[in-house]
């Protein structure tokens, strides 16, 4: 895109980090971290969220086959509840760049914090949609955490994980009252902390 950084995102050992799945009440948060390679270039890269499900499989796919290095991590549900969201975040973002193979340089990481981690790095407010390889790993986090719901969805019928992704839609809240929580929810989380 035209808006993207005229950074050398090629930069050799470039990361880039997102995560996703920090409003939702139930569900793991999701978090990787991909370096591009400048010889095997992947079109079409922008915001997870403004791609179609299609779309997004389809350059996840390509992310995996044609990046030096990529990795997903997660927070679990229970770290979440410990921790708070934002840390947990944080923690899920930290452990993707730490399994990447080879190590990066320097680390773009999206929104206004940074992990504390000793790499040279820096966050970029709306960087999945102006840095690349922080879009990219936009597109492997998402891909990631729909299909962990679509399975939870399996997991605890009634709950509509596939449609929603575990966010507070009025549908996820009506099952909330309706069936209960679950073990996959987020107990700190107000709608359903008010609900135990």
Known sequence: MSDFFSVDVELAGLAGVDEVGRGPLAGDVVAAAVILDPAHPVAGLRDSKKLTAKRRD??????????????????????????NILQASLLAMHRAVQALDPQPVYVMVDGNRLPRWSYPSEPVVKGDDRVPAIAAASI??????????????????????????????????????????TPAHRRSFRPVRDLL
Do not use: M
Request: proline share 3%; aromatic share 8%.
């Open 58 to 83: 389809s350059l996840a796919a390509q992310i995996r086959e044609r990046a030096l290095a990529w990795s997903i991590a997660r927070a679990s549900v229970a770290e979440i509840d410990e921790l």
């Open 140 to 181: 492997l986090a998402k891909v990631q955490r729909d299909s962990e719901l679509v399975a939870l969805e399996q997991q605890y019928p009634g709950y509509g994980f596939a449609s929603h992704k575990g966010y507070p839609t009025a549908a996820h809240l009506a099952a909330l009252r309706a069936l209960g929580v």
